[in-house]
């Protein structure tokens, strides 16, 4: 009869070890998804409140700039090659062909 209350006893020791491993693997699984949304709550929150950053208005005055200075660019290298280089070019590639030598 001793060793059954023995084996009892042992019994309920060791199923109490257990549940305190389950119960603290438990609380730690949620102190960690706890600190994980609190952690997301204080970066969106310093997100939201963040008054940096470009605004519309910047950005289209960006791309209005870059537009117009590669506009400014293409017509003038359109000019160039039109007035200068291509004229040159023909006359020295006519000259080439009528070549009498």
């Given at each position: ?31 960690s ?16 409140a ?23 660019l ?24 009528n070549?009498?030598?």
């Amino acid at each position: 009869m001793r060793n059954f209350f023995k084996s009892i006893n042992n019994t309920a020791r060791a199923a109490k070890a257990k549940f305190n491993a389950v119960k603290s693997a438990v609380c730690r699984k949620i102190r960690s998804a706890r600190a994980a949304a609190y952690r997301l709550a204080v970066r969106s929150n310093t997100m939201l409140a963040a008054n940096r950053g470009e605004n519309f208005v910047d950005s289209g005055i960006k791309i209005l700039i870059a537009v117009v200075i590669g506009a400014l660019l293409l017509g003038g290298l359109y000019a160039l090659f039109g007035d200068t280089i291509m004229p040159t070019v023909t006359q020295k590639v006519k000259d080439m062909f009528n070549f009498k030598g």
